[in-house]
């Protein structure tokens, strides 16, 4: 059987089961959970991969499910099929728990979805008798990097050390056994086409920002205060003047938010908290923006006389997608959407933790359309789930069989051609380095 001929098979059967696949990523999409709190979403995973032969094994790095299936044909490499499970807190959006706010304005229900579809699709067809090496299944959690001071708790409870699903399971050795990988995420960006590969995404340093000033009464006594909200404004202006140092070729990114504001209104502010990332394309742009930015928070203390307290965590890392899988991915989707709906993304300046895989192993990120509205905005909504869902499965699929049929040619020749730029240890190793805490009395 030709490669071809083994892909119809697989997209026959994922077509025989398209219905369920829709309401399992509606299913998710109405239970949205936060990063390292995706519980209920595990759990289904965990039945759906069960429910069709596998043996998932689940809290990898808290909330991570994976489960393998052997190709029959052979040794061979071990590719990855990945999705995400988490949500995130969008102010408005009309799906958001009511309790958390969480809400999939990001589409990675569709991901993990398109997973179990890809899974379903591969066993039904029987391709594994095809295949050499093996297939991991494995939905991962948190890529969104939120939810920051619950996670620096779990990190001092010792239950987290990186804050990100994906280095989080690098570090604990989940893909240690893992030659190569790929996950589609969705997008509602109609210039990316029904599919596409971008070039490169931006990496992220995470900063947590606290100003310590001196609280007192906000009507008698204000004069023996230290206002750290104005601390905090001063050095969020501080921020925005550095903005035009910023080459646009860096494509740097600063969006620094509020997570606390004062006490009660009566009373001079004696502790404000900020966080914010610090992106761009490259690690030393990076590494020099943030250089900047520390130095404009502290430029705030420094005018009120306050403390700020500032902690760099390791963020993600720029992405760069495999050139030999994104040629395999850009043929399937000539035969799954028509090669005319298929893009050449460029840079993108968002950031996500395949960034730290592409680190270590050749990778694939390519975008699927099937959603309208702003990505983590209140609009954001999938609008033909056959696409997002259905027709994502079939392309994740396709990409196992051609890496692995035929003895895994596929799979060997993106391993000979790869040249990840860092050993895992060499990767561990860099983030840890980022780490830091700093205090500046103004
Ligand atoms: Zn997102
Ligand atoms: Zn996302």
């Given at each position: ?328 991915h850009e043929a399937n989707a000539g035969a799954l959407v028509g090669a005319e709906h ?101």
């Amino acid at each position: 059987m030709t490669k071809n001929e083994l892909k119809e098979r697989v997209y026959a059967a994922i077509d025989r089961r398209a219905e369920e696949i829709v309401r399992l990523g509606e299913r998710i999409r109405k239970h949205p959970e936060l990063g390292f709190k995706e519980v209920k979403t595990a759990r289904l995973i965990e039945e759906t991969l069960a429910g069709i032969g596998l043996k998932p094994k689940t809290g990898l790095a808290l909330t991570g499910v994976r489960a393998e299936a052997p190709g029959r044909a052979g040794d061979g490499p071990t590719f990855a099929l990945l999705g995400e499970l988490d949500a995130l807190v969008v102010a408005g959006h009309p799906d958001g728990d009511p309790a958390t706010g969480a809400a999939h304005a990001c589409g990675h229900n569709a991901q993990v979805a398109a997973l179990m579809g890809a899974a379903m699709g591969l066993l039904d067809a029987r391709a594994f008798d095809a295949l050499s090496g093996r297939v991991v299944f494995f939905a991962v959690p948190a890529e969104e990097y939120g939810d920051i001071e619950w996670r620096v708790a779990q990190a001092r409870a010792g239950k987290l050390e990186f804050l990100g699903g994906k280095p989080e399971l690098l570090r604990l050795g989940h893909f240690d056994d893992v030659d190569l990988s790929m996950m589609i995420h969705l997008t509602s960006r109609p210039e990316d086409g029904k599919t596409g590969v971008p070039a490169s995404n931006n990496g992220c340093i995470v900063k947590t920002i606290r100003y310590v000033g001196r609280a007192s009464h906000a009507g008698g006594a204000p004069h023996m205060g230290i206002n750290a909200l104005y601390a905090a404004q001063v050095g969020l202006t501080a921020v925005n003047a550095i903005r035009e140092t910023f080459r646009d070729e860096d494509t740097i990114r600063v969006h620094p938010i509020i997570t606390h504001g004062g006490s009660q209104v009566n009373v001079i502010p004696g502790e404000v908290r900020l966080e914010t990332y610090v992106r761009g394309r490259t690690v030393d742009a990076i590494l020099d923006a943030q250089k900047k930015v520390d130095r404009a928070f502290k430029a705030g203390a420094l005018a009120l006389g306050a403390k700020v307290e500032i902690e760099t965590l390791p963020g993600y890392m720029p992405m760069a997608c495999d050139q030999t899988m994104a040629r395999h991915h850009e043929a399937n989707a000539g035969a799954l959407v028509g090669a005319e709906h298929y893009r050449q993304i460029g840079h993108r300046t968002g950031s996500t933790d395949m960034g730290d895989l592409s680190m270590v192993m050749p990778i694939l990120h390519p975008y699927v359309g099937g959603a309208t509205g702003s990505g983590h905005g209140a609009d954001y909504k999938i609008v033909d789930p056959q696409l997002a869902y259905v027709t994502n499965a079939k392309a994740l699929a396709a990409m196992a069989v051609d890496m692995l049929a035929d003895g895994a040619t596929g799979a060997r020749e993106v391993l000979k051609a790869a040249k990840p730029p860092m050993t895992r240890e060499q990767y561990l190793a860099f983030q840890r380095g980022l780490a830091r805490r700093e205090t500046y009395e103004g």
